[in-house]
């Protein structure tokens, strides 16, 4: 059996995991998932419906599945989603410096209703957080642990 040093990255279930705070590895190969998504958006000739379904349906759970897991920075997230963002306004028929206010506004409020990747990082992280205090074995005692040191020092 070859030891693996814990400052190399290694892939697991779909995902790059290392021990930097800002996961290199990880963001390139995302980036690579955003420019074959976005490049297939350009080329084709989609109605704006069919290019939200894409943004909702093949976009956001390509790219933001491994997000729940990693450490990426806002500003790396922002860079995953930023060219696609701008194709997909313009295949919707929106100028691309439309409001991002605008564009990931909630539909109910005027909103486009885009997911933003930063905020979808976060949600996922606590659902994993969640299912995983709900699920018993090792991974809940290590979380029930962190929480009750934490809420020590808080205190």
Same mark, same amino acid.
């Given at each position: ?8 990255? $290694?892939?697991?279930? /779909?995902?790059?995991? /290392?021990? $930097?705070?800002?996961? +290199?590895?990880? =963001? +390139? ?7 074959? @998504?976005?490049? /297939?958006?350009?080329? $084709? ?5 069919? !290019? %939200?379904?894409? @943004? @909702?349906?093949? =976009?956001v759970p390509s790219v933001a599945y491994p997000t729940t897991v990693c450490h990426l920075s806002k500003h ?15 295949? %919707? &028929?929106?100028?691309? !410096?439309?409001?991002? +206010? ?10 486009? /209703?885009?997911?933003? %990747? +930063?905020?979808? !990082?976060?949600?996922? !992280? *606590? ?11 090792? &991974?809940? $005692? *290590? ?8 809420? @020590?020092?808080?205190?």
């Amino acid at each position: 059996i070859n030891a693996i040093s814990s400052y190399d990255t $290694s892939r697991r279930l /779909g995902t790059v995991q /290392g021990i $930097s705070p800002h996961q +290199r590895e990880q =963001f +390139r190969q995302l980036q690579k998932k955003s420019i074959a @998504h976005t490049r /297939g958006l350009v080329s $084709s000739q989609v109605t704006p419906t069919q !290019a %939200m379904l894409h @943004h @909702h349906l093949c =976009f956001v759970p390509s790219v933001a599945y491994p997000t729940t897991v990693c450490h990426l920075s806002k500003h790396q997230l922002n860079e995953l989603q930023k060219p696609y963002i701008n194709v997909l306004l313009n295949k %919707m &028929g929106f100028p691309r !410096a439309y409001d991002r +206010r605008v564009v990931f506004g909630p539909k109910e409020k005027g909103g486009l /209703g885009c997911l933003d %990747m +930063r905020v979808e !990082a976060g949600l996922g !992280a *606590i659902e994993t957080l969640v299912q995983n205090l709900r699920t018993p074995g090792y &991974g809940q $005692s *290590i979380i029930r642990i962190f929480l009750q040191k934490w809420q @020590h020092v808080v205190e």
